[in-house]
Antibody, heavy 114, light 111 residues
Framework: QVQLQESGPGLVKPSETLSLTCTVS????????WSWIRQPPGKGLEWIGY???????NYNPSLKSRVTISVDTSKNQFSLKLSSVTAADTAVYYC????????WGKGTTVTVSS | QSVLTQPPSASGTPGQRVTISCSGS????????VYWYQQLPGTAPKLLIY???QRPSGVPDRFSGSKSGTSASLAISGLRSEDEADYYC????????????FGGGTKLTVL
């Protein structure tokens, strides 16, 4: 059973870069797409982007200028970097498998505050 | 404003059948598959329906999906208290170089 686990700082200062990692266990990261989605407090879901295990990416146009998603197949991990963060980037960040998100991590809360 | 439109709330009594609608356009629902997710309070979303009307293993057949034109629906029959959750629809959108779009979510209350 594939499981996903997000990790990273829970607090990020405004204008800095948010960095999160998703570790895939119980299966290989190869041959799949992997996504990041976020959910601001009390709000709905927003797709951030996805990466194929080979490294090709697709990002939400509204975040594209600030987002980088990368993959490390040797560690069975993929990562999210979001630059120049503001309070509006405060959210629960989820990693998931595929653009269809058939398996999700439990999510990690990131707060942007000084 | 979400690209896909869902009613903010829905409700029903135990045993009833309820439906949740999801409205889009030709660039998303009209030309791509629809997915539905269930988010129980305080938990991560869970895939409920994929490719318009397919259920992942383990999802009860009380849940069903359908699509017609640029709209889709999720139906829940034999409503149970444990179905109280937020439900989101999603689809690929061909505009703006392609992106996944979600509905704003529907909070289902079991009365």
């Amino acid at each position: 059973q594939v499981q996903l686990q997000e990790s990273g700082p829970g607090l990020v200062k405004p204008s800095e870069t948010l960095s999160l990692t998703c570790t895939v266990s119980g299966g290989s990261i190869s041959s799949y797409y992997w996504s990041w989605i976020r959910q601001p407090p009390g709000k709905g879901l927003e797709w951030i982007g996805y990466i194929y295990y080979s490294g090709s990416t697709n990002y939400n146009p509204s975040l594209k200028s600030r987002v980088t998603i990368s993959v490390d197949t040797s560690k069975n991990q993929f990562s999210l970097k979001l630059s120049s963060v503001t309070a509006a980037d405060t959210a629960v960040y989820y990693c998931a498998r595929g653009p269809t998100q058939d398996v999700w991590g439990k999510g990690t809360t990131v707060t942007v505050s000084s | 404003q979400s690209v896909l439109t869902q009613p903010p709330s829905a409700s029903g009594t135990p045993g009833q059948r309820v439906t949740i609608s999801c409205s889009g356009s030709s660039s998303n629902i009209g030309s791509n598959y629809v997915y539905w997710y269930q988010q129980l309070p305080g938990t991560a979303p869970k895939l409920l329906i994929y490719r318009n009307n397919q259920r992942p293993s383990g999802v009860p057949d009380r849940f069903s999906g359908s699509k017609s034109g640029t709209s889709a629906s999720l139906a829940i029959s034999g409503l149970r208290s444990e179905d109280e959750a937020d439900y989101y629809c999603a689809a690929w959108d061909d505009s703006l170089s392609g992106r996944v779009v979600f509905g704003g979510g529907t909070k289902l209350t079991v009365l």
